[in-house]
């Protein structure tokens, strides 16, 4: 069986050779067109003249289309159509485009979209959290809150407290491979449009509007990403619209791509985030009562902000039984780019939330972190294993282990990996030696930190989680498959390809999987939420399911056999005593008529939510993780290093383990430079000036930790996932709050005060908080 076999990527060679493609190298028709958008300078204002004489006279231009000039549907949101594609009276945030420049070639579209002058009455912008909370700028009336007991009370009635405020910044995506699309005109007015997106239905849907045709008339193609992290979910709208109303206008293939600068300036990040909190405990550092007050930067446009701050109310409680709780959420509209979706999608700004209350309580007792957390973890199963769980007894049920939503934990994994990891990075001893050498060092410090994950899997927005797929046996035995989730480089079409493999008991190699194509697969969900293998993989496993069961049916009737004694293993077919190679098995089913062409279908089970209320269960189960990491800080420069990082994650039945332990890897990775060296800074007048790799850092091969152990943990999925695997995309990003801690640790040592660090905590940020800890400045 193929599936739990660490193979390598299906496009590992063409990725290191260069071959693989992505939409900017597939090959144009001659003739094709280029795109470049003139963007606004200013953060806000009313547009009130447009003079794109020089631009529409500069070489190589065919047209310079306004908002005036486009035919039908001038939006490009993905949610409440609160975003067009080119500015219509207003502006509202530096970088929004305006203008739309078409020329014959890349460089002649962008030099003569620098041409275009357009006057603007500027108006004061909101650019900080600050201003938008005093001018009540925002989404949804007021504030969303979720609450468990009566928080209020129970902190006040607590024998110890601690409260604090810090700032969460955001992160810009930085995939390798930039925002791109091309859209090709076909002969019935239709388009066929190549997107670099991670939600091809919804480019579908967003260009069929634009065009004024039905969404049968629109066909989207992604063959691979180079890099998503959510921010291909609906930053490409943009540019597939602007492509196929340019196709549209001139009759000929049009193609744009964003250079990095302008990426960087016109797509939105991760949602930047002010949490205010207020805990109490008890003597022994068991939590009593938690508030959190959020307030989320959504930017200028509502995108995905919405479900963005949901779920960072949702893991508000990461790991912890919480008995009393009230999360409030406020998500603020400013003058800055449109926040979208991110890896982790709020979860690791809720996470990142409970784990520095954590970290502040554990440093207000004296107590060790570690320990703190796993005094007020879940409860664990009552078996303890990784089996579905055995009933409860009435003793049992009684006992509270639900989230501040209501949703009661039955799979908590995290006291046994704990344990685990603990014991096999040396916590308890390194932590000593740590302490020890702090002794003799004035200006360097060492820390070390632990922190947990427990990550909800499904899409909040219930009907998206399902998926389908559609599966081909030709008659010589081989296999083509497609699925509605799209490759971005995390090994999904591998994952997918090895469960058909499995249920067709055939070699890996027989199984071709094309890319992901809306005139295949209809209605699909995004590639997000970390549901890819699960949506999908259920989906062609219910496909090949229907083959396997027709071409069983068949074979049984040829050799007067019982449809359950055909089985298909190793490449070949047995039915009772006699035994086919599958290739002969596909052509015998041929030759006997049976369609061998099928449809798969998955929805998620067990999953409902009421948003609004707070209540219901959201999640379909939780992925869990655990990670130790030990930092070194340098108190004359601020300067710091990961030194070493240990991980044991739950991954369930790994479909893949090679495939997950590089997600894991990387998630950590990702998630420590979100919080360490990733700053995003906007000046004054609402301007991006980290546009570049030259200012925006992110973690490079040697900021990797030195020492970088990283497991699986071992066990299954409680709930019937495929094949009793665990989602991988977007938990292990969460990993990457240890590093933060331990930065937090490693500052302690240097006086007696709370750190209360910021994130990033950037070179600078470590600096003045060794100050503030050290000399109280």
């Known amino acids: 069986m193929s599936v739990s076999k660490p193979l390598p990527h299906d496009a590992a060679e063409l990725h290191v050779t260069g071959a693989a493609r992505y939409v900017d190298d597939i090959p144009s028709p001659s003739g094709t067109l280029h795109l470049a958008f003139g963007l606004s300078p200013i953060a806000r204002g009313h547009i009130t003249g447009m003079h794109l004489h020089d631009a529409q006279h500069s070489p190589g231009v065919v047209a310079v289309l306004t908002a005036r000039g486009l035919p039908f549907s001038n939006d490009v949101s993905p949610s409440i159509h609160d975003e067009p594609l080119l500015a219509a009276g207003t502006v509202n945030y530096v970088g929004q485009p305006v203008f739309l420049v078409v020329a014959d070639s890349h460089r002649n579209a962008r030099i003569a979209a620098r041409k275009g002058k357009v006057d603007y009455a500027e108006e004061p912008a909101l650019l900080t959290l600050d201003a938008a909370l005093a001018a009540d700028s925002r989404f949804e009336e007021g504030p969303r809150i979720y609450q468990k007991g009566d928080a209020a009370a129970a902190i006040d009635a607590a024998a110890r407290t601690v409260e604090g405020s810090f700032e969460l910044g955001g992160q810009e995506h930085f995939y390798l491979e930039g925002q791109a699309a091309m859209a090709w005109p076909q002969e019935d007015g239709g388009m066929h449009v ?3 997106t991670q939600h091809p239905t919804e480019i579908q849907h967003k260009v069929a509007d634009a065009i004024g045709l039905p969404m049968h008339a629109v066909r989207v193609e992604t063959r691979r990403m180079g890099g998503g992290f959510g921010g291909k979910e609906s930053q490409g709208n943009a540019l597939a619209v602007a492509c196929a109303v340019a196709a549209r206008l001139t009759g000929k293939p049009c193609k744009m791509r964003y250079d990095r600068d302008d990426d960087m300036v016109i797509t ?30 959504c930017g200028w446009a509502q995108d995905l902000s919405l479900p963005v701050a949901d779920r960072a109310m949702l893991h508000a409680d990461n790991a912890y039984l919480i008995p009393n709780i009230r999360i409030e959420s406020h998500r603020l509209r400013t003058n800055l780019q449109s926040a979208t979706a991110y890896r982790g999608f709020g979860g690791p700004q809720g996470m990142v939330g409970i784990e520095r209350v954590m970290d502040h309580i554990a440093h207000d007792l004296g107590m060790d972190p570690a320990e703190l957390r796993q005094r007020n973890y879940y409860a664990a199963p009552a078996e303890g294993g990784s089996a579905p769980p055995a009933p409860r007894s009435t003793s049992e049920k009684m006992k509270d282990n639900t ?5 009661e934990v039955t799979d908590f994994e995290l006291h046994g990996m704990t344990a685990d990891l603990l014991r096999s990075s040396d916590y308890a001893g390194r932590k000593a030696s740590i302490a020890e050498w702090n002794k003799g060092q004035p200006h360097l410090k060492r820390g070390i930190a632990f922190s947990p994950v427990k990550f909800g899997i499904s899409f909040t927005l219930t009907h998206l989680n399902q998926a389908g797929a559609l599966v081909h046996v030709y008659q010589d035995g081989s296999v083509h498959l497609n699925h509605g989730g799209t490759e971005m480089g995390q090994g999904l079409f591998q994952k997918v390809a090895q469960v058909a493999a499995s249920r067709f008991g055939i070699p890996l190699e027989k199984v071709k999987i094309t890319a992901t194509d809306t005139a295949k697969v209809p209605n699909t969900s995004a590639t997000a939420a970390s549901s890819g293998s699960d949506l999908n993989g259920m989906a062609v496993k219910a496909a090949c399911d229907t083959l396997r069961d027709r071409m069983a049916e068949h074979l049984a009737q040829q050799h007067q056999a019982r449809t359950g004694d055909v089985v298909f293993e190793n490449g ?17 089913c041929y030759q006997g008529r049976v369609s061998l062409s099928a449809t798969g279908f998955y929805k998620t089970p067990k999953v409902e939510w009421d948003r609004i209320k707070g209540q219901g269960r959201p999640f379909y189960y939780f992925a869990y993780g655990t990670a130790v990491t030990e930092v070194a800080v340098d108190a004359l420069t601020g300067e710091n290093r990961i030194l070493r990082c240990d991980i044991l994650h739950d991954a369930g039945a790994s479909l893949n383990p090679a495939l997950d332990l590089g997600q894991i890897e990387g998630g950590y ?3 420590a430079g979100w919080l360490t ?12 000036r980290t546009h570049a790799p030259s200012t925006y850092k992110i973690p490079a091969c040697s900021d990797r930790p030195d020492v970088f152990n990283v497991n699986l943990w ?12 665990k989602a991988v995309g977007e938990p292990p990003f969460m990993l990457g709050i240890s590093a933060w801690l331990a930065l937090s640790d490693a500052v302690s040592a240097f006086g007696k005060a709370y750190p209360a660090l910021n994130a990033p905590a950037t070179a600078e940020e470590v600096w003045r908080a060794i100050r503030r800890v050290r000399d109280g400045v």
Request: overall charge negative; glycine content about 10%; charged content about 30%.
């Open 194 to 196: 190549f997107s670099s």
């Open 268 to 297: 939105g990040k991760r949602h930047a985030f002010r949490i205010s909190y207020r805990a109490g405990f008890d003597e022994d550092g068991q939590l009593q009562g938690v508030e959190f007050l959020h307030l989320a930067d």
């Open 403 to 407: 989230t501040p939503y209501g949703m």
């Open 572 to 588: 070949m077919v047995r039915i009772g005593q006699d035994e086919m190679t599958f290739d002969q098995a596909a052509a015998l």
């Open 669 to 671: 990775v990702q998630g």
């Open 677 to 688: 060296t990733e700053e995003l800074v906007w000046d004054d007048a609402g301007r991006l």
């Open 714 to 725: 071992d066990g299954q999925n409680r709930e019937d996932s495929i094949y009793r695997s």
